[in-house]
């Protein structure tokens, strides 16, 4: 079958100095559940962020669901069907919870305010905070905030979840709260791309782990593997310094 | 160093907002006061001295609806203009960008009574000359109208400024705000109208405000290009009575209470956004 997301030598610069990816190249199926792990600056966020064009890449392809990512048109439709959750939740801080999930459902796919609303409220249920609707993102901990940011993304209805980070900016009591509803995800079939340290999640929930170090995917295998018998020595190395 | 803050940082304006008793309205009231207090002044010279300062006052209120319409009328067209110059230098286009960085730079560096003065008489004299180069009759005998050249003036030297204002409001607002918006599908455009504008507009109202009010005063400059404006009838009415200390002095008062009554219309508006919900 056909890979959900094709990434085919993708190269990326910071500046002059910066070599951020160095031809990456990637398949992820349909239903895959996929964790990179790295070292800071090892260039995981970045190629997360190129699935959805957050990061513009020098050379290169991505392919999402059979669309290219190259015009603008096409950039906005593979954007339309792939969820993301960032470290710093990015909740719009002038809206209302309830509005966060609605606006891009009203102003992307033109769902009329009754649907909007319904999809909304289920999804804040799925996410374990309907009684948050009406309150503001800087009234809630910092759990809540981000099991809101995964409701607005669901809400659009995506193929793919990409989370850069999800829990790494949460206090150690919330992570619990956010990982359970993505292990829900996955268990329902989601296809996710994670970036993230959680070995927890990782040996619960992903199909696949990957080690990327300075811009380049060192080593991938099943989390277990990668974890308790890494090959590559640079993989060991930092293991042994994130693993206790 | 593991940033690890318990809430999203952007949004420092409206928590402060809700907190109860952060309202500033005991502060606000008391400026209310000066308020009533220079209208009170203004009536009570009007009422024991009827002459002149009645006369004055009567005399000169064509102008004050001058200068308000003038002033109003420029400040909305300076919104816009000025938001269009504010997304210009955050383009990513060269082009885009270098234009509205040009047309910031010159408009900041010449004096806006030289800027009124060039509008109303060489503008009308470029327009001509085109006219006559292309033979087209209407631009031959174009005649200046002495308000529509003060406001495109006003307008054209204000919005540079407030070019700069909306792109400071703009860059403040959290990169991840507009990310998180593109992600989910939206166009820059949408993105700007529905996310990152709503909040920028809370961060730029009290210096949005501060031009209102020093268009209100500077609008006193198009008295020089044949607008007659509260400050040029206060001219005319000294040229036929020759008394400056009163006349000067009624003028000074009448912008007094416009402009006092505008900084208490932005503070009520500044506290009705912060509070909106």
Redesign the interface.
């Known amino acids: 079958m056909e890979p959900i997301i094709q990434i085919r030598d993708v190269h990326k610069h910071f500046g002059r100095a910066v070599h951020a990816l160095r031809g990456v190249s990637l398949d992820i199926q349909k239903g895959e559940v996929v964790v990179i792990i790295g070292p800071s600056g090892s260039g995981k966020s970045t190629l997360l962020r190129c699935i959805?064009r957050?990061e513009e890449y020098e050379q290169g392809t991505i392919v999402v669901d059979g669309i290219p990512l190259d015009t603008a048109a096409n950039i906005?439709?593979v954007?339309?069907e792939?969820?993301?959750v960032?470290q710093?939740?990015?909740?719009?801080?002038?809206l209302?919870v309830m509005d966060n999930l609605m606006?891009?459902q009203r102003?992307?796919r033109h769902r009329d305010s009754g649907e909007a609303r319904r999809v909304a409220l289920e999804l804040l249920a799925k996410v374990g905070i309907p009684e948050k609707a009406e309150a503001?993102?800087?009234q809630?901990?910092?759990g809540q905030?981000q099991r809101v940011?995964i409701a607005?993304?669901l809400a659009?209805n995506p193929k793919i979840m990409l989370f850069d980070e999800p829990t790494?900016?949460?206090?150690p009591e919330m992570i619990k709260e956010v990982l359970d509803v993505m292990l829900a995800l996955a268990q329902e079939g989601m296809t996710m791309v994670v970036v993230s340290h959680e070995m927890g999640f990782a040996r619960a929930a992903a199909h696949r782990a990957i080690f990327m170090d300075e811009g380049s995917i060192i080593e991938e295998s099943t989390p277990e593997k990668l974890f308790s018998t890494p090959s590559h020595e640079r993989t060991q190395l930092f293991l042994s310094k994130v693993l206790l | 160093m593991p940033a690890k803050p318990k809430a999203a940082p952007s949004p420092p304006l409206d928590a402060l907002a809700r907190i109860p008793g952060a309202e500033p309205s005991a502060k606000l009231d008391a400026w209310w006061w000066l308020l009533v207090g220079v209208i009170a002044l203004v009536v009570l010279l009007a009422a024991v001295r009827p002459d002149p300062f009645l006369r004055i006052i009567v005399f000169v209120r064509d102008g004050i609806a001058v200068t308000i319409f003038t002033t109003v009328s420029s400040f909305a067209l300076i919104l816009i203009l000025g938001m269009v110059g504010g997304l210009g230098r955050l383009s990513k286009n060269p082009l885009i960008f270098g234009l509205s960085s040009l047309y910031v730079e010159l408009i900041r560096g010449i004096p806006l009574m030289v800027q009124l003065i060039w509008w109303y008489f060489a503008f009308p004299s470029v327009l001509q000359q085109i006219g006559i180069a292309f033979k087209l009759p209407f631009l031959m005998q174009y005649r200046a109208n002495p308000i529509a050249m003060a406001i495109l003036g006003l307008t054209i030297c204000y919005a540079a400024y407030m070019s700069e204002i909306y792109r400071a409001g703009i860059q403040s607002i959290p990169k991840g705000q507009l990310e998180a918006a593109r992600s989910l599908g939206m166009t820059y455009a949408q993105a700007m109208r529905h996310v990152v504008l709503p909040q920028a507009v809370r961060v730029i109202l009290p210096p949005v405000g501060n031009e209102f009010i020093a268009l209100l005063k500077d609008s006193s400059l198009v008295s020089v290009v044949a607008v007659t404006d509260l400050t040029r009838r206060g001219r005319e009415f000294m040229s036929t009575t020759f008394i400056p200390i009163e006349t000067w002095s009624m003028v000074a008062l009448l912008y007094l209470v416009l402009t006092l009554f505008a900084a208490r219309m932005v503070a009520w508006i500044e506290r009705r956004t912060k509070f909106e919900r």
């Open positions: 959805n957050l906005n439709a954007r339309t792939v969820g993301m960032f710093q939740f990015n909740l719009f801080a002038h209302s606006l891009a102003v992307v503001f993102p800087v809630l901990s910092g905030q940011a607005r993304a659009m790494s900016a949460l206090d």
